[in-house]
């Protein structure tokens, strides 16, 4: 069963039968002990319990317990399970259990809209009673429009427009695109299975692939003539006369040499920067100590 927190009116059933024979209805008892626990609490005896016999005559045996001590939840919780022992020296012990809810409307108040919204929504019974909401002269918009003349009603009964149809056009949108790509796609396999450019195109990479690569005279002519016409001062250097490089044997052949105290320099485009040197022997006579290229 449910009861709303705080709710202090409310009865629950249970009955009493023999504690021997578990069917016996035991009629005219009184001075009932009972045990409470909410939401895995301790259980605590209730101070004075109320429990009434409904009728001993046609309900034999049945009796109602009123639930008037600590029915309020805890701060936070929404919902809380509630458990009842009772005890009496001439039945069977009953246990009964119920749900403590936090209502989201006042209780015994009905939220009441209907198809037109001429009942409409008396706010003051929404669960904070002291603040009412008046839509009356208040528009509310959701996404523009999703349909025109949706009629909602304040606590004047005044109608207020709901207007949605921005949600209609948007799905509209969706529904175009969603079809236009199908038209794509459809067209995309029809290509496929007719042989068309996509059937192609995936031959023709994996011819590529698995065929052995095989230049052209006219091909490896050209690669040739790009290397013999690459400009030296582009491109990485090693950085160091250690390594011979081409580009460093090209540079003696075209660039600015030297010879000074025995070493010969060779200089990088700048006809500056040393590219690397080398030991030289001289003799006697020997004229030539530069040659500067212009």
């Known amino acids: 069963m449910r009861i709303p927190s705080g709710t202090t009116d409310q009865y629950i059933y249970f009955v009493a039968v023999d504690s021997t024979d578990f ?12 045990y409470r626990s909410r939401d895995g609490g301790v259980a605590a005896a209730m101070t004075t319990p109320t429990i009434n016999e409904t009728d001993t005559t046609n309900m034999p045996g049945v009796y109602e317990l009123l639930l008037d ?3 309020t939840i805890g701060s936070g919780n929404d919902t809380e399970e509630m458990v009842f022992h009772v005890t009496h020296a001439g039945m069977a012990p009953v246990t009964r259990t119920i749900e403590l809810y936090r209502p989201k409307i006042t ?15 008396d706010w ?27 009629d909602m009603r304040g606590t004047d009964g005044a109608a207020t427009a709901l207007a949605l ?5 948007n799905v509209d949108a969706i529904k175009t695109s969603t079809d236009a790509i199908l038209i794509d796609t459809n067209e995309l396999q029809g290509d496929w299975e007719n042989g068309g450019r996509l059937d ?25 003539d790009a290397i013999l016409n690459r ?24 660039n600015k040499v030297s010879i000074s105290g025995g070493t010969l320099t060779v200089t990088k485009e700048d006809d500056t920067t040393a590219s690397w040197t080398a ?6 006579g020997d004229p030539i100590t530069t040659i500067d290229p212009a």
Request: glycine share 6%; proline share 1%; net charge negative.
């Open 279 to 284: 030991s030289v022997t001289t003799t006697a």
């Open 231 to 254: 400009d030296m001062s582009t491109g990485t250097d090693s950085g160091s006369d250690v390594v011979r490089t081409v580009r460093q044997a090209l540079r003696m052949n075209r």
């Open 124 to 150: 003051g019974n929404v669960e904070n009673p002291s603040t009412s909401v008046d839509l009356s002269a208040t528009a509310i918009n959701l996404c523009d429009t999703v349909t025109t003349n949706t």
């Open 107 to 121: 209780v015994g108040n009905t939220l009441d809209v209907t198809a037109t919204g001429a009942a409409g929504i």
């Open 200 to 224: 192609l195109i995936l031959d023709a990479i994996l011819a590529d692939t698995d065929a052995d690569v095989v230049l052209t005279a006219t091909e490896r002519n050209a690669i040739a």
């Open 23 to 34: 069917a016996t209805r035991e009629t005219g008892l009184s001075s009932f002990t009972v």
């Open 69 to 71: 001590e600590d029915m």
């Open 165 to 169: 149809a921005t949600v209609d056009d």
